[in-house]
C-alpha cells in the first residue's frame, strides 16, 4: 500500500513525497522531485564567460545574487583577477539584501504558517495582521538593497566579473528602512519565541559551512568538524549523485555520511562570528550551538537577519562611490572555482575556459541538492513511527519538516545528465 501526497505547498518547486506500508506501518519512502530541469550547465558550454552572472541567476529567483557571486568569483579565480576591498563590501552588501529577503520570506511567508495552524501567509494575516505585515517590512528592506545596489530586485543586472557593472552616488537612502526592518525583527521575536516547537533532533549528519574571518557569507574554505577544504578540493571530499526517482540530484560526503548546508550548520560552525546584537537575541531566544532541532532553523534564520541587518548598516556608513567600479579582466585558458553562502547554504561552481574566455566545461552544486539526502534522512526519522498515516496526516506533518530546511527545489533540478545507450 502507498500513501502519497502528489504536490508539496509553501516550497520553491514542485515534488511530491510517497510512502509505502506494510500493515500499517511505514517500511520505505521517497521524495520526489518532478519539475523539469533545465540543464543550465550544458547551455552555458561555449559562451562566453561573461553571460555566466546572467544565466546562473535564472536557476533560482529567490536568490540569484548567490549564483551570480559564486560564479563570478569562479571566473575571477580562473583569470586571476583581484577584485579591490571596497568592492568586495559592496558585493557582501548586495549579498546581505539577498539573504534579508529570502530569509524573511521563508519565516514569515512560508514556514510560520505552519505554527499558526494555518494553510497558508494569507491566513495568518488574518490572525496576526501586525506580525505579518512586519513580515512583509523585513522582506522590502532586502528587497530595496537589491534594487539599489543590483538595478532591480529579481534577477539583477549589475554584478559582472571584476566588481560592478554601475555604482550608486549614494546608499544613505537605505538606512531608514534598514532601521525599521530592525525595529520589526526585534518585535517580530517577541511573538516567535513563544512557539512550541516539537521535539526532535537531527541525528547522524555533519554540518557544512564556510569558513571566513567573518559570519559566512561571500567566499572562503569549505569547513566541517575541524577541517577546511578549499573550494578546488570540493569533488575529492563531496560527491553529487542521482537517483531514479528525482529529477533533483543528491550529495553526500565521499565516505557515504550524510550532510548539511544552510542556516543551521554556518550557525553552529560559526556562532562566535555573528555580531554582538545577533549574538544577544540568539542567548534570549535559548539558541547554543549546536543548535539540532530543524524546527529552530526558524529562530536562527531571524537571528541571520538581524546579523544581515546589522553588516549591512556598517557598510552603508562607510560607503562612498568609487571611480572604478570594475577591475579588467584578461582572459587566459584556464579553470576556477567559487563558492558562497547561498541563504539555503554552500553554493559551489567551477568552470573551464579557453584562450578566449569560452567555457568548455560547468558544474555547479546547489545548496538544495546537498539537503536533499539530509531531508530524506529526516523525514523518515518522522515518520517510520506513524500507524495507519492517511495523506492529511502526512500533509499535516511531513510538510513542515520538508519546509524547516527551506528546500528550493528550482534550484536542485538545474541539470540532469542524459545518457543514450546503443545496441551493439
Known amino acids: 500500500m502507498k500513501v502519497k501526497l502528489e504536490a508539496l505547498t509553501r516550497v520553491e518547486g514542485e515534488g511530491a513525497l510517497e510512502v509505502y506500508l506494510e ?21 552555458l558550454r561555449g559562451k562566453p564567460y561573461h553571460v555566466i552572472p546572467d544565466i546562473t541567476a535564472r536557476i533560482c529567483g529567490i536568490c540569484p545574487v548567490a549564483y551570480q557571486i559564486s560564479g ?16 568586495q563590501k559592496l558585493r557582501r552588501l548586495m549579498y546581505y539584501g539577498e539573504w534579508i529577503q529570502s530569509h524573511a520570506l521563508h519565516v514569515f511567508l512560508l514556514h510560520l504558517p505552519d505554527f ?12 496576526d495582521r501586525e506580525l505579518a505585515l512586519a ?3 523585513v ?11 543590483g538595478g532591480r530586485t529579481s534577477h539583477p543586472v549589475s554584478l559582472t566579473v571584476g566588481g560592478f557593472s554601475f555604482l550608486p552616488e549614494s546608499l ?92 543551521l550548520a554556518r550557525f553552529n560552525n560559526a556562532f562566535e562570528m555573528l555580531s554582538h546584537t545577533a549574538k544577544e ?19 536562527v534564520r531571524m537571528v541571520e537577519i538581524i546579523h544581515a541587518l ?27 572555482f567559487g563558492v558562497s553562502e547561498a541563504p539555503r547554504g554552500i553554493l559551489w561552481h567551477h568552470y573551464a575556459f579557453d584562450q578566449e574566455g569560452r567555457i568548455l566545461s560547468a558544474d555547479i552544486v546547489p545548496p538544495t541538492s546537498q539537503n536533499q539526502p539530509a531531508i530524506e534522512l529526516s523525514l523518515w526519522e518522522f515518520i517510520k513511527g506513524f500507524e495507519n498515516p492517511t495523506e492529511e496526516t502526512l500533509k499535516e506533518f511531513a510538510e513542515p519538516m520538508i519546509r524547516n530546511f527551506d528546500p528550493c527545489i528550482s534550484c536542485a533540478t538545474h541539470f540532469l545528465r542524459v545518457e543514450v545507450k546503443k545496441r551493439a
Open 23 to 43: 500493515g500499517g506501518k511505514p517500511t520505505w519512502m521517497r521524495l520526489s522531485v518532478y519539475e523539469p530541469p533545465r540543464f543550465i550547465e550544458g547551455i
Open 72 to 87: 563570478v568569483q569562479a571566473v575571477e579565480d580562473a583569470f586571476g583577477v583581484e577584485v579591490p576591498e571596497e568592492l
Open 116 to 127: 499558526f495552524g494555518v494553510p497558508s501567509f494569507l491566513e495568518l494575516a488574518k490572525i
Open 135 to 137: 513580515g512583509l517590512e
Open 139 to 149: 522582506k522590502r528592506c532586502g528587497g530595496l538593497i537589491l534594487q539599489t545596489l
Open 172 to 263: 544613505s537612502e537605505l538606512l531608514p528602512s534598514i532601521e525599521l526592518a530592525l525595529e520589526k525583527s526585534f518585535w517580530s521575536l517577541e511573538k516567535l519565541k513563544a512557539i512550541n516547537f516539537p521535539n526532535f533532533e537531527l541525528r547522524d549528519l555533519v554540518f557544512v559551512s564556510l569558513w571566513e574571518e567573518e559570519y559566512p557569507i561571500l567566499k572562503g574554505d569549505i569547513y566541517f568538524e575541524g577541517q577546511r577544504v578549499k573550494p578546488s578540493e570540493f569533488k575529492e571530499v563531496f560527491e553529487e549523485f542521482e537517483v531514479p526517482y528525482s529529477t533533483a540530484k543528491h550529495a553526500r560526503l565521499k565516505e557515504g555520511r550524510v550532510y548539511l548546508v544552510g542556516p
Open 281 to 299: 537575541v540568539a542567548f534570549l531566544l535559548g539558541l547554543e550551538p549546536p543548535v539540532k532541532n530543524p524546527y529552530r532553523s526558524l529562530l
Open 310 to 336: 546589522e553588516k549591512a548598516k556598517e557598510v552603508i556608513k562607510n560607503y562612498k562611490k568609487l571611480q572604478r567600479s570594475k577591475v579588467e579582466v584578461k582572459t587566459r585558458a584556464s579553470e576556477g
